[in-house]
């Protein structure tokens, strides 16, 4: 009865010294996350401000140029443009030349003023 009764006290107290390692390295070793800011070349226009998500964090916002990006692009970065409406877009300006205006996409089928007006804020010609 002795013998459990120290077995016992014995297993708590590795116990105790285990949480205290534990907690001991999560304070002294484990180091908070630190934020990673990440430098972009991103010309901006006054209209073309970085949304912020809370303080501190700035999300830069990039525009897809509609005379340079492939259907894939297009298709991805470019929200409500899916993949028949984005090769109908390229296979335009393959026919017709570069825009020379985010408006003249309106010439391609399938993109009318509604999807336009979605679309507008985030696709340059440069």
Not at 32 to 39: D, L, Y
Not at 94 to 104: C, Y
């Amino acid at each position: 009865m002795e013998n459990e009764k120290r077995h016992i006290w014995f297993l708590i107290a590795i116990a105790l010294v285990f949480c205290a390692v534990l907690i001991g390295y999560n304070i002294f070793f484990v180091k908070e996350p630190q934020a990673i800011v990440i430098e972009t070349d991103i010309s901006a226009s006054d209209s073309d401000t970085p949304q912020s998500l809370e303080e501190g964090y700035i999300v830069p916002t990039a525009k897809v140029n509609i005379n340079t990006a492939s259907a894939e692009q297009l298709d991805e970065e470019l929200e409500g443009i899916g993949p028949s409406l984005a090769q109908r877009i390229v296979s335009y300006r393959d026919a017709n030349g570069p825009f020379t205006d985010i408006e003249q996409i309106k010439n391609v089928s399938g993109i009318g003023d509604k999807k336009f007006e979605a679309i507008k804020d985030n696709i340059t010609v440069s």
